[in-house]
Each structure stands twice: as C-alpha cells, then as structure tokens.
C-alpha cells in the first residue's frame, strides 16, 4: 500500500493489522486511535457489535508489542447505537485490554461535548471515553503541560499552617477526568469530509501530558489525520495509518497544509458563552416562560 514519508513521520494507506507488523517492536511511545464503531458508515458496513469485538482484539494483539515499556495506550470509544439500544464499547476495550497483565488503566476519561445528533426516544449522547492505559508501572505524566485556570484563583487555606495564604498552584488546576471539548461538526474549523472526526485539542491533551518532545505517536486509524497534526503541533514524530483511500488523501491533504502554514487548528480553550445580545441568544416568544420543570 503506498505512504507520504515527511520530516517528521509517516502516513500509510493500509490495513493496520499488516502494516503494524511492520513497524519495530518496542519504538512507539504514546498510541492515541479511535477505531471504527461499526454502525454501518461506509467505512464500516458491519454493524455488529461482535465485529467491533473482533476487529479491536486484532488490533489490541498486534499492538501491544509495538509499545515500549512506560508508553502510554489510548483508545478513544463511543456509544454503539441500533435500533435505539446503546451498547458502551469501552467496556469491551476494557475487557480485551486486561488480557495483557503489564496494561495498566490510570484514567477513564470522558469527553463531554454540546452538540451532536438529537435523539427522540433516548437522551441525546453528549460524551465519548478515553481508556488510557500504561505499559507497565513507570510511566511520563507531565500534569502541568496541562494545566487548566481554576475556578476561585482567589483561594485561600482556611485552616493549618498555610492558613490565610493562596492554596491554588500558579499554573492552574488539575483538569480533572472529565473533558469539556467542541466536537468537530459544521463551522468547525478542523471540519473535513470525514464524519468522525476528532478535535485536534483531545488528542494533543494526552501527547502533553504523556510524551516529551521527539517522541513518538502512533494512530493505527487514522481517519482524517487528527493525530498526525496533533503531533506537529506539539513537536513529536507520527506514524499514522488508515485503510480507506479517501480519507488518507484527506490526511494528506492536511499534513501538507500544515508544513505550508495553511492548516487551521482550534486551540484548546473553553467553549464560548454566545453573546446575550445577538439573535441566537435572544429567548423566542412562544418559547415557555420560565424555567423547565
């Protein structure tokens, strides 16, 4: 299958269970993936959850040995949803993950969103996970690479020997393990052709806070290349596979346009309030009155 070799990594077109085998043993530091959930998409006509099952134990399998030991595994999951029942597909991830004594699960993380698909006969899903898992126990966790503003900088201790003085750290807070990030959808400014796209912000939290500088990012499902860009923007190598055609190009596309400057990335910051003044914001007249009980 053929490959975009660049400074600073590489792009496969392929199938990631035989390109894996192609990459060395124990050289990867950090793999950030989100495999298909089979609900029939194009690039996943199945829609089984035993598919699902099958296809990330594969992985999983061929995976593991690519790690070095300390390297850190993500597996961002979704719902899988038919005929109106969701299935949690992190709990299989979990499953087939502890089949792999040296895997350790330090987070479950989820990540929170505001707009998606609106259900009629369920509550809308708003949230993805993260299972983030460590190969062995010695691990890098950088916590303040990712740092967020706390809410009452103005803390104080109220008791103790600190009594009376600024109890929050001056880099900010831990951002604890529930994520609020945009999802990628209409006027994003990642947005691509690919239908599950995730935000460069999610992905580029974790090579942060569990890689240094150099080090090495692999996404065996690439999708659109989010990891890839990801990883430029932080100053890491990639290697960053994906099976179907169209949307490798479209990876292409975007590390091309980022070594050209042309490349638009969302920074990782809150999502904004709308401003009260504007139309969107204005409460319509047939709207009910009050608040919703």
Not at 134 to 148: A, C, H, N
Request: hydrophobic share 30%.
């Amino acid at each position: 299958m053929p490959s975009k070799r660049y400074e600073h990594g590489t792009l496969i077109n392929g199938n990631c269970i035989d390109e894996l085998s192609n990459i060395k043993d124990e050289s990867v530091d950090l793999v950030f993936t989100s495999p298909p959930y089979f609900q029939g998409k194009d690039f996943d006509k199945s829609k089984l959850v035993n598919d699902f099952i099958e296809n990330v134990t594969q992985c999983q399998n061929t995976l593991y040995p690519k790690l070095r030991v300390g390297a850190s595994l993500c597996w961002q999951i979704g719902s899988h949803v038919q005929d109106r029942v969701t299935t949690p597909l992190d709990f299989f991830v979990f499953q087939i993950c502890s089949q792999f004594p040296d895997l350790k699960l330090r987070n479950r993380v989820i990540w929170t969103f505001g707009h998606g698909e609106h259900a009629q006969t369920r509550l809308s899903g708003r949230y993805e996970t993260i299972l983030w898992y460590t190969k062995g126990d010695k691990y890098s966790f950088d916590l303040d690479e990712i740092r967020v503003p706390q809410k009452y900088p103005g803390k104080r201790h109220y008791r103790g020997p600190n009594r009376g003085q600024w109890s929050g750290n001056p880099l900010g807070k831990n951002p604890g393990d529930v994520w609020s990030i945009p999802n990628v959808k209409s006027n994003h400014v990642e947005k691509t052709d690919h239908p599950c796209q995730f935000p460069v912000a999610l992905v580029s939290r974790f090579i942060r806070a569990l890689t240094s500088a150099g080090r090495v990012i692999l996404d065996p499902y690439a999708g659109s290349g989010s990891t890839a860009i990801a990883a430029l923007e932080t100053g890491r190598k990639f290697c960053c596979i994906e099976i179907d055609k169209t949307y490798f190009e479209i990876a292409a596309r975007r590390v091309n346009n980022w070594y050209n400057g042309e490349e638009k990335v969302r920074p990782d910051l809150p999502v904004a309030s709308p401003d009260p003044r504007t139309a969107v914001a204005e409460r319509p007249p047939h709207f009910l009155e009050g608040p919703l009980t």
